[in-house]
T-cell receptor, first 119, second 118 residues
Framework: DGGITQSPKYLFRKEGQNVTLSCEQNLNHDAMYWYRQDPGQGLRLIYYSQIVNDFQKGDIAEGYSVSREKKESFPLTVTSAQKNPTAFYLC??????????????????FGDGTRLSIL | AQTVTQSQPEMSVQEAETVTLSCTYDTSESDYYLFWYKQPPSRQMILVIRQEAYKQQNATENRFSVNFQKAAKSFSLKISDSQLGDAAMYFCAYRSALTGGGADGLTFGKGTHLIIQP
């Protein structure tokens, strides 16, 4: 079955450590996204990528980095510069074809999330 | 920047009855898309329904329907014949259609926790 796989499900970070969250999709979607969810809050956009080797900052990119070397993969690194990393992280993807006006109505499909905590 | 407001942190409804979740948004754009997502305790985000702003007709998906009032910037979700499986967090989300070719993400409200009373 096609879908989005996030791993690990739970992750613990030590002080000063970088950690990487994995996101893989086999939906052949062009665009991929990372969101952060805090208790009592909606999702906030960290980074997004419309095409391989290109990505853009979202609303809360500070302290995070991403790469998009393959269409299927969009890993998120939470760096030591992110002082409050404890949150639930969701990866999403959607069909977004460059040059087509109507792509925005395509829904985003989400993974099951990774919960990151501080040791 | 666009904002999405869900003014009801929590709603409760009796099983088999109807409930309406409210959502308002602020934008200066004329073309955009609106979505309702459901997040059950499993934390997975599930698309419930979507609406294109250029369409006057309200979207409907089985027991779920929306009341889209573009001038009022309102996008409420009506759930008919509520079922126990409808219990979840519900998020309203906005996406611009005019991003200059970029695939911007969704802007979410803070969510409404829906409780279904048996």
């Amino acid at each position: 079955d096609g879908g989005i796989t996030q791993s690990p499900k739970y992750l613990f970070r030590k002080e000063g450590q970088n950690v990487t969250l994995s996101c893989e999709q086999n939906l052949n979607h062009d665009a991929m996204y990372w969101y952060r969810q805090d208790p009592g809050q909606g999702l906030r956009l960290i980074y997004y990528s419309q095409i391989v080797n290109d990505f853009q900052k979202g609303d809360i990119a500070e302290g995070y980095s991403v790469s998009r070397e393959k269409k299927e993969s969009f890993p998120l690194t939470v760096t030591s510069a992110q002082k409050n990393p404890t949150a639930f992280y969701l990866c999403a993807s959607s069909i977004d074809q460059l040059g087509l006006y109507t792509w925005s109505n395509q829904p985003q499909h989400f993974g099951d999330g990774t919960r990151l905590s501080i040791l | 920047a666009q904002t999405v407001t869900q003014s009801q942190p929590e709603m409760s409804v009796q099983e088999a009855e109807t409930v309406t979740l409210s959502c308002t948004y602020d934008t200066s754009e004329s073309d955009y898309y609106l979505f309702w997502y459901k997040q059950p305790p499993s934390r997975q985000m599930i698309l419930v329904i979507r609406q294109e702003a250029y369409k006057q007709q309200n979207a409907t998906e089985n027991r779920f329907s929306v009341n889209f009032q573009k001038a009022a910037k309102s996008f409420s979700l009506k759930i008919s014949d509520s079922q126990l499986g409808d219990a979840a967090m519900y998020f309203c989300a906005y996406r611009s259609a005019l991003t200059g070719g970029g695939a911007d993400g969704l802007t979410f409200g803070k969510g409404t926790h829906l409780i279904i009373q048996p």
